[in-house]
């Protein structure tokens, strides 16, 4: 089974909602932290995970981390704190009296420095022997302050230490040569730091095994010397020297650290086998000396050889790679090598675009095939950089291929769930660039996605109007206002009357309305621009008002007129008037003698469809049902009712669904034993339709929400006409063979009695 179609392991929605509830579990101490009150002895592995899950989650800082103060109850070996906000006092007191075995606390915001980290594991003697990996990566060190008790401390304190990693800190000189002393060091990150000099590495040359120097820009030293001093690291298997300023550094700029760095590279690549023989593990990817020639020499010279990175070389496709299947090679010569790449370089944005960009090419031509393990890599690349436009823009590109057509059917929901997360996020952070934005609603733009993978519609339907108001690409007006229509049609009554509070929304896509038929065209973006106003008009008055107020109801007379033999345009545009004729308050706005005797003509007749002539009636059902309300001639209204209740006697059941409802709460007031015959038999015609259609469905709305007893009042009273109680007493026989086929337990006494006893 694929991972991603794996449920959720217990543990991970059990930590999921501790994070959410420490308010709850905890009681407040004097200096506002937060402590457990209550927690049994958690399992060391358990507690690693609750605070790995807390900072992954963006919960962890000086008031929620004070749980881990009790050091008997949750035991920390491997903490992470990775970009979370603490303070130097708060990582003091709850992190440094545990024995630490590791420690990320890369990227830390707050005011905390690798100097406080340093000093705080430094006063606990344990962790000064027991602390094997810290990551400061990303981190002030404000080196000025590693003092305590009047001692400087530097990483050497830290005697257990085996990796340490410092990229992108303002590492110095003197304190390379103190982390040189460590006895037992193997794995150092010095990358993009302001060391000058590399010397300082042969004080571990007899155990480093992993060395990663990539960014060094202030390093003052020659390729010659450079290469000197790493060939007498014997201990050394891992070695990256890789340079992600290939897309930035100009032709010219030689002399500069890039130069000296290829330069370096293309020593250690021709000088043969006599240097670092051991090697497993080499990265030069974005270096600009690396020739085919130099690789082949290189790998074959060395048996062992593991990974070789070649990203943006132009050298992944030299023969001597394709026959070594123990060889992992990131590039961009095929898909393994592009797959690669995105693995390894999740933390570097320029080689993860530069994947991206051969990954685009790649998947331009991978048609009818689902591939969710190359999905789920743009994913990663996606989530790690949501502030970067370029790993958007063409990552964006890149979901779309993989996703396209009928490529997104076989792919695991949650993955699909997670990448339209991440496009929305994308539309929101970048509003302004027409070609992500493009990007991100071709995406959406899939039956699968729209239909059945759960993410916020909401959030999505309010992103797609504010770019649909800037552009008028046709196209592209195409798919947003068909994302639009089938995005509202999915919400809520809640979310929609939210959506519908805001006029913007349906000025927009009367607008569209309004464009098309002025032109006369019948269309699919005039199609989906009426359904999505049907649909943001059911049950929401507040959208129902700013319909009127847009002056919606003269447009759609005249759509009306304008569209009279397109029974498709009218179902909509008669189902959206349906909504508006249900609000009382908007009844009065109704009550025009032209349009209602129009809508008449459409009740019956050779060439109207029933779809036409139900909704039609439905207008005139719900504004004839209150006679104190009718500002129009009595005559009128009677005429109204007696053609109104012909035409529904007339009317075929469609084979096919034409209608579906979120309640039956609007029938409710057309079911009363005081409203004309013609109004009862709309109601109850309606209501069989969609019991007939869907009766799982329908005739469990109806008990649920109370409309079986109207019915059977219906039914019983002695005024009530025939035509109505006959229907009346077909939909509660459907809602009884419905109770006895969910329920078969039930006794034969019980049954076909739904309201004779």
Known sequence: MAEESCPVALSELCLAQVCLSLDSLCSKQPDGSLRLSWAPLLPQEMADQLLHKMAAQGTLNDRTVGIFRSCEQLRLRRACVRSSPLSAEAFRLALCPHRLQELDASGVPGGLTGAHILSGLASNPECRASLQRLTLSRLQLGWTSLEVEEEQVGFSSLQGLRTLNLANTDLTDPFLEDICTLPRLEVLDISSTPVTELSALLGCRLTLRSLTAHGLRQLDMSPARVISILSQLHALRHLDLSDDRFASVPPSAENDEGGEGDEAVRLLLEGGSGILPALVSLDVSGRKKVTEGAVTAFVEGRRGLLFLGLLATGAGSCDVLSGKDNLMVTGEANEKQ????????????????????????????????????????????????????????????????????????????????????????????????????????????????????????????????????????????????????????????????????????????????????????????????????????????????????????????????????????????????????????????????????HVVTLLQGPQVEVGVSYFAGGILAHLTSRQDAWTLDQGLRQTILEQLHAAILTWALPEREMVSYRSFRPFFSLLQTSQPAGVQLWAVWAMRLVCTQNGVQYCHMLQVEGAVELLKTLSFDLDTHSNVRGMAESILGMVERHQTTSNPLRTQTEKGHHGRS
């Open 338 to 597: 592009i797959c690669e790449s995105l693995r390894r370089y999740r933390e570097r944005e320029c080689f993860t675009r530069e994947a991206l960009v051969h990954l685009y090419q790649l998947t331009n031509d991978m048609y009818d095939q689902t591939r969710p393990d190359i999905l789920k890599l743009v994913l990663g690349g996606m989530q790690n950089y949501s502030e970067s436009l370029h790993v958007q823009l063409v990552a964006s590109a890149c979901v779309f291929n993989l996703t396209n057509q009928d490529m997104a059917v076989g792919m695991p929901h949650p993955l699909l769930s997670a990448v339209v997360h991440q496009v929305l996020e994308a539309m929101r952070s970048f509003p302004s660039h027409q070609q992500l934005q493009k990007n991100c609603l071709l995406v959406l733009c899939s039956d699968t996605i729209l239909q059945d993978v759960p993410f916020d519609r909401f959030k999505a339907a309010k992103l797609v109007m504010n770019w649909l108001s800037g552009h008028v690409d046709r196209t592209l007006q195409r798919m947003a206002v068909a994302v639009i229509s089938i995005l509202v049609a999915k919400l809520s009554t809640e979310q929609t009357t939210q959506l519908g509070a805001d006029i913007f929304i349906m000025k927009q896509l009367l607008g569209i309305v309004q464009q098309k038929a002025m032109a006369g065209v019948v269309d699919s973006t005039l199609k989906f621009a009426l359904s999505a106003l049907w649909n943001l008009t059911d049950e929401t008055p507040t959208a129902s008002r700013h319909f009127i107020q847009c002056q919606g109801l003269e447009l759609y007379e005249e759509v009306l007129e304008t569209y009279s033999s397109e029974s498709s345009i009218q179902q909509k545009v008669l189902g959206l008037l349906n909504n508006i004729a249900e609000v009382e308050e908007l009844q009065a706005d109704m009550m025009q003698e032209d349009m209602l005797e």
